[in-house]
């Protein structure tokens, strides 16, 4: 299976918003209700920010929503900060594995 | 306070074998997946394959199926990851992770990582 696509930067200035969209197809994206977003900061293990398309885990902030339309998924974050400035993946579900997407690195400017 | 403590990093030469861990704490360990994820140097993340600790079960990633082992021992809450033959183009970073929900080969979301294993196999 292919990768999903994502932008590869997206970039916003303090206290905006900013949209990374995540596309596939029917067989993963479009198929599944399980979308998940992970944050990486160099050097660190990803974390999961968005599971099963818009649910935020305990702790993470109200900033972050996740939302899928067709068979594109779309994580925003509102309210920029410069901890906020990280790579971002992607996952979707499907029967024979997990896929990613290729990673879109956030710059706050 | 769950955890995913990995090994540490290995410095290989191609054709040696290797088996990294990942020890699980502050959760029933038998009773969640794990999944192992490969992390190229400067790359995305992939999707190497699952293991239920609570009766072995194991799927892999058609990508991956061959080229690595994954297992689980349940009496010491520890999942690893093997290579019988390493190649150059095994260097990586190599995560584990928990995830509460799989089926078939893939899983809905992972919810706790390990702070990875670097694995660097020299030609």
């Known amino acids: 299976q292919s990768a999903l696509t994502q932008p590869a930067s997206v970039s916003g200035s303090p206290g905006q918003s900013i949209t990374i969209s995540c596309t596939g197809t029917?067989?993963?994206?479009?198929?599944?209700?399980?979308v998940s977003w992970y944050q990486q900061h160099p050097g660190k293990a990803p974390k999961l920010m968005i599971y099963?398309?818009?649910n935020r885990p305990s702790g993470v902030s109200n900033r972050f929503s996740g939302s899928k339309s067709g068979n594109t998924a779309s994580l925003t974050i509102s309210g920029l900060q410069a901890e906020d400035e990280a790579d971002y993946y992607c996952?979707?579900?499907?029967?024979?594995?997990?896929?990613f997407g290729g990673g879109t690195k956030l710059t706050v400017l | 306070e769950v955890q995913l403590v990995q090994s540490g990093a290995e410095v290989k030469k191609s054709g040696e074998s290797l088996k990294i861990s990942c020890k699980g704490s502050?959760?029933?360990?038998?009773?969640?997946?794990i999944a192992w994820v490969r992390q190229m140097p400067g790359k995305g993340l992939e999707w190497i394959g699952i293991?239920?600790?609570?009766?072995?079960?194991?799927r892999y990633s058609p990508s991956f199926q061959g080229q690595v082992t994954i297992s689980a021992d349940k009496f010491t809450s520890t999942a690893y990851l093997q290579w019988s033959s390493l190649k150059a183009s095994d260097t990586a970073m190599y995560y584990c992770?928990?995830?509460?929900?799989?089926?078939?080969?893939?899983?809905?979301?992972?919810?706790?990582w390990g702070q990875g294993t670097l694995v660097t196999v020299s030609s």
């Open positions: 996952s979707s579900y499907t029967r024979s594995s997990t896929i």
């Open positions: 029917s067989s993963d994206v479009g198929g599944y209700n399980y």
């Open positions: 099963d398309v818009s």
């Open positions: 293991v239920y600790p609570g009766d072995s079960d194991t």
């Open positions: 992770a928990r995830s509460p929900y799989c089926s078939g080969g893939g899983c809905y979301s992972c919810d706790y």
């Open positions: 502050g959760y029933r360990f038998s009773s969640y997946w």
